[in-house]
C-alpha cells in the first residue's frame, strides 16, 4: 500500500515537471539576477515537492508547486542580501584595518626621515625645531628656556621648517 503511495506520488511529480518546470523557471527567473541559479532553485521546488508527499494532488499541485516556488525566492533573496551585507562589513573592516596599517607605516617613515634630516640642522635650529615640532612649545616657551630672542626663535623656526619640506618634497 505504502509502495503504492510512493508510486502514484512520484508519477504525479513527474507529469507536474514535464508539465510546470519551464512556468516555474520563468517565475524564479523573473525575481532572481543570475539565470543559474533560478535553474537550481526551479529544481529545488520540485525536491521540496517531494517532502509533501501526502499533500501532493494532481488538482492543487499547480498551486503548491508555486507555493514552494515562492518560498525558495523569498529565502534566497534574503541569503542574497545578508551575503552583499557581510561581504561589504568584510570589505570595509579589512580596508580599513589595511589602510591603518598602511598609514602606520607611512607616518612611522616619514618620521625617520624627519629626524634623519634633522641631524642634519645646525645645533640650534636642530633643538628649537624639535622642542617646537615634538614637544609642541610655543615661541615663546622656547625663547624664555634658551635664552634667546623671540625673533631669533622664529628665524630658526622658519629656516627649519622650510629646509625640512623642501627635503620631504624630494622624498616623497
Same mark, same amino acid.
Given at each position: 500500500?505504502?509502495?503504492?503511495?510512493?508510486?502514484?506520488?512520484?508519477?504525479?511529480?513527474?507529469?507536474?515537471?514535464?508539465?510546470?518546470? =519551464?512556468?516555474?523557471?520563468?517565475?524564479?527567473?523573473?525575481?532572481?539576477?543570475?539565470?543559474?541559479?533560478?535553474?537550481?532553485?526551479?529544481?529545488?521546488?520540485?525536491?521540496?515537492?517531494?517532502?509533501?508527499?501526502? *499533500?501532493?494532488? =494532481?488538482?492543487?499541485?499547480?498551486?503548491?508547486?508555486?507555493?514552494?516556488?515562492?518560498?525558495?525566492?523569498?529565502?534566497?533573496?534574503?541569503?542574497?542580501?545578508?551575503?552583499?551585507?557581510?561581504?561589504?562589513?568584510?570589505?570595509?573592516?579589512?580596508?580599513?584595518?589595511?589602510?591603518?596599517?598602511?598609514?602606520?607605516?607611512?607616518?612611522?617613515?616619514?618620521?625617520?626621515?624627519?629626524?634623519?634630516?634633522?641631524?642634519?640642522?645646525? =645645533?640650534?635650529?636642530?633643538?628649537?625645531? *624639535?622642542?617646537?615640532?615634538?614637544?609642541?612649545?610655543?615661541?615663546?616657551?622656547?625663547?624664555?628656556?634658551?635664552?634667546?630672542?623671540?625673533?631669533?626663535?622664529?628665524?630658526?623656526?622658519?629656516?627649519?621648517?622650510?629646509?625640512?619640506?623642501?627635503? *620631504?618634497?624630494?622624498?616623497?
Amino acid at each position: 500500500m505504502k509502495n503504492d503511495l510512493n508510486l502514484k506520488v512520484e508519477s504525479i511529480v513527474a507529469d507536474a515537471y514535464n508539465k510546470y518546470h =519551464p512556468d516555474i523557471l520563468s517565475y524564479i527567473t523573473n525575481r532572481i539576477i543570475h539565470k543559474y541559479d533560478a535553474e537550481d532553485l526551479a529544481q529545488d521546488v520540485f525536491l521540496r515537492l517531494l517532502d509533501y508527499k501526502q *499533500m501532493v494532488r =494532481p488538482d492543487t499541485i499547480k498551486y503548491f508547486l508555486f507555493t514552494i516556488s515562492r518560498n525558495i525566492v523569498t529565502d534566497h533573496i534574503r541569503r542574497y542580501y545578508k551575503r552583499q551585507e557581510f561581504d561589504a562589513y568584510i570589505y570595509e573592516t579589512s580596508a580599513s584595518s589595511t589602510n591603518e596599517t598602511e598609514e602606520t607605516c607611512i607616518v612611522k617613515d616619514i618620521l625617520y626621515v624627519e629626524k634623519r634630516k634633522l641631524d642634519t640642522f645646525a =645645533p640650534q635650529r636642530k633643538i628649537v625645531y *624639535m622642542l617646537n615640532r615634538f614637544e609642541e612649545k610655543t615661541v615663546e616657551e622656547i625663547s624664555i628656556e634658551m635664552g634667546l630672542s623671540r625673533s631669533t626663535i622664529e628665524n630658526h623656526l622658519l629656516l627649519g621648517r622650510k629646509e625640512m619640506r623642501s627635503y *620631504m618634497r624630494k622624498c616623497i
